[in-house]
């Protein structure tokens, strides 16, 4: 990562913006992309945000069973991007979400 994460809070709100996780099991130019998801799951227990915002590419090992970690921790809210498991992401749902909307 070129600089560390940072939980912005706006109105009272903590949100955690991230883009192109890459989430995939390899190795790319030397940086081990498997360890993307641990990495991911560590900043969000670190900085607790109310909200995760991603801009997509999450990644194609992404797995349902993973991705409720992360939903159990924070509410997300993504698009899909060119490097995403679409069936996979599509069939997960906020479980901290209310029917209210905070903004």
């Known amino acids: 990562m070129d600089s560390p994460p940072t939980v912005h809070r706006w109105l009272g709100l903590s949100i955690l913006a991230i883009c192109d996780l890459h989430y995939d099991r390899r190795i790319y130019r030397g940086f081990d992309e498997g360890r993307a998801w641990e990495w991911l799951l560590s900043i969000v227990d ?25 939903l159990g921790r924070t509410i997300v809210l993504t698009i899909y991007g060119n490097h995403d498991d679409v069936e996979v992401l599509s069939k997960l749902y906020n479980v901290r979400s209310t029917a209210t909307c905070p903004f």
């Open 46 to 70: 670190y900085h607790s945000p109310e909200y995760l915002l991603s801009c997509g590419d999450w990644g194609t090992a992404v797995n349902e069973a993973e991705f409720q970690m992360l």
